[in-house]
């Protein structure tokens, strides 16, 4: 049994779409980002950059999202080629996503929804960084039915509920049609469709402590 330590994020929802589409028993431990369990000792041992998600699975405890999308997909031998192009085309969609299009998307979501004063620069900034991953994705889908080639993969997975952002990211998704395919088949998916609800998302305003655990000093001090 696999213990999922999570919540409603897309890195979050990465892991499990990966648990659910391979069919592994996990159980859902939620860290409540908004009141710190991030910070908390215990899980600070098994994610020591104090982020979600993050698993344990036996003797084995992993952090990073990208890092347990492979472990996951080597431990079934699913969703990852084992070897040649297609393994290959997988890896480098998936360090795409976890060196661009997470961290740049995140961006966009802090400045347009989440900092407490509207930075035009900033704003224009991460929106059109934005604009030009999904101009990149896009092309390469109007090329394959899935990121790495044929078959379906933890490249889809990792880059599908950064990308399925888009209105909040201030992208009009009909400007990338093969993209937008591409959306509309994965969220058909059953196992997607659980993942993207593993831990159910939050609709509470976000308070001063929620604001101080996410984007106040807490983040800064060492541990």
């Known amino acids: 049994m696999i213990d999922l330590y999570t919540a409603p994020t897309p890195n979050g ?21 908004r009141r710190g369990d991030q910070f908390e000792p215990d899980f600070l041992r ?5 982020k979600i998600p993050a698993i344990v699975d036996g003797e084995q405890p992993l952090f990073e999202s990208g ?3 492979v472990y996951l997909a080597e431990k079934t031998g699913r969703l990852l080629a084992r070897s040649g192009p297609a393994r290959w085309a997988a890896l480098e969609w998936l360090f795409f996503q976890v060196g661009g299009v997470g961290p740049m998307l995140g961006q966009v979501h802090h400045f347009r929804s989440y900092a407490p004063e509207k930075i035009p620069y900033a704003i224009d900034r991460y929106t059109n960084e934005a604009k030009r ?81 996410l984007f106040g000093k807490m983040q800064y001090e060492r541990r």
């Open 67 to 69: 890092a347990i999308l």
């Open 133 to 213: 991953l999904y101009g990149v994705v896009d092309k390469r889908l109007s090329q394959a039915r899935y990121l790495a080639g044929d078959e379906y993969s933890i490249a889809d997975i990792a880059n599908l509920p950064w990308l399925l952002g888009h209105e909040r990211q201030g992208i009009d998704i009909a400007e990338y049609p093969h993209l937008r395919r591409w959306l509309d088949e994965l969220e058909a998916r059953p196992a997607v469709q659980k993942g993207l609800s593993v831990p159910p998302r939050s609709d509470a305003p976000m308070d001063d402590k929620a604001r101080e655990m």
């Open 13 to 33: 929802f990465k892991v499990s779409i990966a648990l659910e589409e391979l069919g592994l028993p996990y159980r859902v431990q939620v860290v409540d980002l």
């Open 46 to 50: 098994i994610s020591p950059n104090n």
